[in-house]
């Protein structure tokens, strides 16, 4: 059972269980720009299947049923071509049964990049390439009418950010009360994720509401594709709210844009750009055995470093890393 199965007994949303909970939590120490900084880590890298799809499943655990429940047979999702989402959905959703279509964007491309690429190309899924998302918009009713059959596709946005797929991190933040109360890990006073699409800080921001924490949701942007400021974040986490609502939920609190931060001070030129700043965190964790990424948790790691004492701690970062 979920913990929103429990608070809300008679919620009526689906689950479907795919990766391994609690994902574990620790201090994170040995990394010499964080010193003078309580951090702790909770690592998401380890959720999926083996740990090879890190925290975009916990959205597909609440997307898949809803799918199914909807009767649509087409999945279609965009990203850009390094997209750990895309490659999420199109792995569990042919698991599952369902056609995966993925509309992806070039970005700038590094080693990762290639290997993403090559991953998301084996995976399946049926992949239609823009040079930009302005020519991918441009295209997507044509796919959608593609790939109707008896239904139409189901359209996931990128990172699969909607209200269903946004109540993986409703779901996350409850889990972390649960570790807090167990004695884990002391209650965080801010917690530092990255912003790629806005589900995963949106659900955090709401799930520390129900559960009770005063816990602040840091987010560092990663993405200029389109707006992820905090009115844009608040407005999903309001959504989120009345869908929990309207399957059956309780006293669900509202949301507004002061109830969170997002920042994009460590974007760099672009998304999908490496920065210096990032690309250094990404060699200082790996030298203590964590594995990250330049663009998304090199970058939110990056903040943490570099905002230290002027965040409420204890801060909690989460590793979202994906694929190995």
């Not at 946005?157 to 884990?184: K, M």
């Not at 002061?258 to 990032?278: E, H």
Request: glycine share 14%.
């Amino acid at each position: 059972m979920t913990h929103l199965h429990a608070r809300f007994p008679g919620l009526d949303l689906g689950h479907l269980r795919l990766g391994a909970v609690p994902t574990p939590v620790r201090p994170l120490e040995g990394i010499p720009a964080l010193a003078g900084t309580e951090v702790w880590l909770k690592d998401e890298s380890r959720f999926g299947d083996g740990g090879w799809a890190g925290n975009k499943v916990r959205k597909l655990e609440w997307i898949l049923p809803e799918a199914e429940r909807r009767g649509v047979r087409t999945l279609f999702t965009v990203g850009g071509i390094g997209t750990h989402w895309g490659l999420a959905c199109a792995r569990y959703g042919a698991e599952h049964g369902f056609q995966v279509v993925l509309g992806l964007v070039d970005q700038p491309v590094d080693d990762h990049v290639r290997e993403q690429l090559a991953r998301l190309e084996a995976s399946g899924a049926v992949i239609h390439r823009y040079p930009t998302p302005g020519r991918l918009r441009l295209a997507a009713p044509w796919l959608i009418a593609r790939y109707t059959r008896a239904r139409l596709p189901w359209y996931l946005p990128a990172g699969g950010s909607n209200p269903v797929g946004t109540l993986g991190y409703v779901e996350t933040a409850l889990e972390i009360a649960d570790q807090v109360v167990r004695g884990e890990l002391p209650e965080p006073g801010t917690v530092v994720v990255p912003v790629g699409s806005g589900g995963t800080i949106a659900g955090l921001a709401l799930g520390f509401r129900l559960a009770g924490l005063r816990t602040r949701v840091f987010g560092a942007v990663v993405n200029d594709s389109f707006p992820l400021d905090a009115p844009v974040l608040a407005r999903l986490a309001t959504r989120t709210g009345a869908l929990l609502t309207e399957r059956g939920a309780t006293g669900v609190p509202e949301i507004r844009p002061d109830d969170l931060t997002a920042r994009d001070d460590w974007l760099g030129t672009t998304y999908g750009d490496p920065t210096p700043a990032s690309r250094a965190m990404v060699t200082a964790a790996g030298a203590i055995g964590l594995e990250l990424e330049p663009v998304y948790t090199g970058k939110a790691l990056a903040a943490v470093a570099d905002l230290g004492p002027e965040l409420d701690g204890p801060v909690l970062w989460l590793n979202t890393h994906g694929p190995r």
